[in-house]
């Protein structure tokens, strides 16, 4: 997977049942600074993966955080973006506002831990990326 200071998922929570998912899949990539993996979801629940990015000398910063449910739709966000959604059926506009959407919140973190919210109005496997970038602990 990865050396012990990279960032791992340490849970994934769903919001209205309160229910630890288990992330069927996670993988670290070196090379672009990329914690990636795949989970089932309920629809319409809120999802909130934690992860660890903060360890002692070592420290990583969120560039980027993505979902892509079912429907094969990526939604990016980066930090201070607020909220981004998405229809699930590439065909819904504003006159099909009934149609499932998928939500990503802006990543957050707090004492090393990051993150990252979403809601997918489909049921099924979500893959999710999230992207860091590493930095000195002198220089947080």
Known sequence: MCAAECPKVICVNRGVTQEVCVVQEERW????????????????????????????ARAWTVVSASVTGGNGYELSIAPGEGVAARPDDAYSNANTPEQPMTYIHEPKTVDGIVRVAFACGTAGSVTWRVRFTEQAAASR
């Open 29 to 56: 990539e070196a090379k672009s600074g990329t914690l990636s993996g795949r989970l089932e979801v309920a629809a319409n629940e809120a999802c909130e993966l934690r992860i660890r990015a903060g360890f002692g």
